[in-house]
């Protein structure tokens, strides 16, 4: 199936992507939400490194900008996937949602509106066993904002590998927040995955 | 052994639809509906038809391949698509109630599958009309959301979601 990946840049949207890929579905485009509200429920921010992810995966990209206001940024996520249907005929799309009914049930309804499949290959997936699957399938990301009691400033800009995970998780399990970040606790950026296609491993 | 059927029709959707059911139960199966043998009807303790995206709706075509529904004697929990098929071969028919997300539902007789929920996850562009025997154990403002009939439950909601008790009561005191 032609498929469009809701795509922040972050670690879940691009192993749902990755995910897609692998039970054979074609990815055809990311469309990206460029959120002017940095406190959005819907939308990942920052997104700044997301043009540089997709060339790296060779992608292109759908980059709609959304003041972020609560319910009109739904009409500008449907006119993003409008867009990527009318230029790549995208027959479905596949998001990172892992535990947010508010976002996943807002995105299924822009779908079942525009007769798309809707795959949430992530949905309710056990935080750790999808920290650990990232891990072993050679994802490295990056923490780029912190907002959690026992992830102090120190760890922005550090990379998430088979190394610093397991002091992640322990700091969860001390300071009792989810060590994937489903809450906002953190942003992540991919810094390396088995998509890109200038496997150097940066 | 639960056995989960799959009435989806893209292995993507088992991700979504099957795991976060297999991830709550100690021991279980899953095999697709296409795939379903007698032997795997047998060997089943109980069976959980589980549900699937909104657009999918090839499980409707096949409705043939449920007909054992019917005269099955062990415990069955139909999920969404599940209680569709479950009504379906009953008898009942699809009614058009389209509910997707939070969605209130009322508790209307006491059961040991649900109890006490008041909001739960929707996922579904029909509901169904009430078999004849069933009990109506809840509604929504649009929809029927939970029947039974002995030992067979169907729920329109997803428990997977929200709700996980539903599954383990499933499990546990079925």
Known sequence: MRLAS?????????????????????IVC???????NKDSYMFHTPIDKVDEIAKKMNLPLIKFSTAGEKEKELADLKRAIKAAIEKYQVEGIVTGAVASTYQASRI???CNELDLYCFNPLWQKNQIELLNELVANHFRFKIIKVATDGLDDSWIGRVIDKESLPKLIELSKKYGFNPAFEGGEAETEIVYCPLFKDDSNN | ???????????????????PITDLLKKSKVI????????????????????TSLKDDEYLKDLEKFSWIKDYKKPILGICAGMQILALANGSRLKKAKEIGQTEIKILKENKLIKDITKVYSLHQFSVTLPGGFDLLAESSKSIQAIKINNHYGVLFH?????KEVIENFAKHI
């Open chain 1, 108 to 110: 299924q309804k822009i």
């Open chain 2, 1 to 19: 052994m639960i056995l989960i059927i799959n009435v989806s029709k893209d292995r993507l959707h088992d991700l979504e639809f099957i795991k």
């Open chain 2, 32 to 51: 697709h509906y296409k795939d379903l043998k007698q032997k795997d009807l047998d060997s089943a303790e109980k069976i959980i038809i589980a549900g």
């Open chain 1, 6 to 26: 809701l795509f922040s840049g972050g670690k879940d949207s691009t192993y749902a992507l990755y995910l897609a890929k692998k039970f054979d579905h074609q």
């Open chain 1, 30 to 36: 990311l469309i990206t939400m460029d959120s002017k």
């Open chain 2, 159 to 163: 428990p997977e979601v929200f709700n």
